[in-house]
């Protein structure tokens, strides 16, 4: 017995280590780095060959272009069209991601409350994530078809409401948006919370503080990072929506729910000018650039408050 425990523990001599040869201890780390560089390239080979298309001319009907330079940009800036695409992005980017945010938060905190109908709900709350964006889009159409449609049928509209006219397709779109996605900011959000620590609410309790109170004052801002990170992630993702809005109204009617990448796709695929459809995704990308650095500047600062490390 004691031979065969002095066995286990002894630590081996020099001789029984395993040598590794130089030249594969030389090796081991640009092996481990292959992953990471086909992944960059992959990235960054496209996105530079847009960007060299966004300074030709290149189109179907010019298949030998030649360098223009800035050309495509001040083409694209001084659109009508394009500024419309921008205001339509913009409206609906922040509005989807407001109503998904405060939805979901209310989700979570409704969902943290331990009760049987809570449970099954919070299965059941994953089904929209389960569902492609497209295959949503369609089941959205046929349902606000004014015809045959059966939100006018559940909500007495009749058949003359039309939930993709010109003045309703963008508000209708960011309603199947919000179904799709507030699962999202609410499975997040209800993480964030089950992860805090029991002891302030509990000691909020005995002190007699209302609900409202320890929410305001010791779940919000420990749950403030989490919320925040739901945020960028809807916000970005928002800024680059195609699929459902296109299956809803491809971009129309006229230019009512026409975002920046329906832009780039009608000029790239459709309209067959894709210098000038490259030039909308680099403009897309400056936007989303510079938005997602704000964002995650504000989240950095928001962990160190709730860290404490920040006043």
């Known amino acids: 017995m004691s031979r065969s425990v002095e066995a286990v523990t002894r630590t081996p001599t020099a001789a029984e280590v395993p040598t590794v040869s130089p030249w594969r201890r030389r090796l081991r780390p640009y092996l481990l780095s292959v992953p990471a560089v086909v992944v960059v390239v992959g990235i960054l080979y496209p996105f530079v060959v847009g960007a060299y298309y966004s300074l030709l001319n290149y189109a179907a009907v010019n298949p030998n272009p030649h360098f223009v330079g800035l050309q495509n940009f001040a083409s694209v800036l001084g659109d009508e069209v394009f500024w419309s695409s921008v205001g339509t992005t913009g409206v609906f980017a922040v509005v989807a991601t407001v109503v998904e945010t405060v939805l979901g938060v209310g989700l979570a905190l409704l969902l943290n409350r331990a009760s049987t109908v809570g449970r099954l709900f919070e299965k059941v709350l994953i089904l929209p994530l389960m569902i492609a964006p497209v295959i949503a889009g369609v089941i959205w159409k046929l349902m606000f078809n004014p015809q045959f449609g059966v939100l006018n049928h559940i909500l007495g509209l009749g058949n003359t409401f039309d939930w993709l006219s010109q003045s309703n397709a963008l508000w209708s779109v960011i309603l199947v948006d919000t179904w799709i996605y507030t699962p999202f900011v609410a499975i997040l959000v209800l993480a964030g919370i089950r992860s805090l620590p029991r002891e302030p609410f509990e000691a909020s309790e005995v002190d007699g503080a209302s609900w409202f109170f320890m929410f305001r004052k010791l779940m919000l801002p420990m749950i403030w990072p989490y919320i925040l990170v739901a945020v960028i992630f809807r916000f970005m993702d928002n800024l680059k929506v195609f699929d459902h809005i296109y299956v809803l109204t491809a971009g129309g009617p006229g230019v009512a729910t026409r975002s920046l ?51």
Do not use: C, H, P
């Open 261 to 311: 990448q329906i832009g780039a796709f009608e000029d790239s695929i459709i309209n067959l000018n894709y210098s000038r459809g490259s030039t909308y995704m680099l403009l897309l990308w400056i936007v989303v650039f510079i938005t997602a650095r704000i964002l995650v500047g504000v989240l950095g600062k928001a962990q160190r408050r709730a860290a404490g490390a920040e006043s």
